[in-house]
């Protein structure tokens, strides 16, 4: 399954990026999150219960931040396995300066294998967009709380 989008956040880029690399920031956005605990530096293991459809699961896994090119781009590797389903995924995240707002882009690839794949297969796409987005709505509602407060 392949994901790309796009958003724009009226902030400098680096406060954009500062945010990103916040540990407490990103587990808090992480749709389903239950743990988010630090192994090494850029590296976590993550549970979260997500749902399908029907399947609804937990999922113990890594998340790992890599060719960290601040504040400009990285690429995000996850693996997970729960519920009779193995998740593997990359993705390249990207900061352009838009004026005094930055342009986030993305593009990944993700791999399901098991039970959540012959199950839920036609909602995964749809599923995986709406946790996309509420994630980076979460980002922004950080921003606006830091530019306000």
């Known amino acids: 399954m392949k994901l790309s989008g796009s958003y724009r956040f009226d902030v400098p880029r680096e406060q954009l990026w500062d945010t990103l690399m916040d540990p407490e920031v990103v587990k808090s956005c992480i749709p389903g999150v239950r743990e988010f605990t630090a192994l090494a530096p ?11 459809g029907v399947v ?5 896994g890594t998340l790992e931040l890599s060719d960290k ?21 990359t993705g390249t995240i990207s900061l352009v300066e838009a ?16 039970m959540l794949a012959r199950v839920g297969q036609r ?9 996309i987005n509420q994630f980076f709505e979460c980002i922004e509602s950080h ?7």
């Open 42 to 52: 850029d590296n976590y293991q993550v549970e979260v219960k997500v749902g399908v």
């Open 56 to 60: 609804t699961g937990t999922y113990i």
């Open 69 to 89: 090119d601040g504040p400009a781009s990285y690429r995000m590797t996850v693996e997970g396995k729960g519920a009779r389903t193995a998740v593997k995924g």
């Open 99 to 114: 004026g005094e707002a930055t342009e986030l882009n993305f593009e990944g690839e993700a791999l399901v294998t098991g």
């Open 123 to 131: 909602l995964m796409g749809s599923v995986a967009k709406a946790n």
């Open 143 to 149: 921003l606006a709380g830091r530019r306000t407060g």
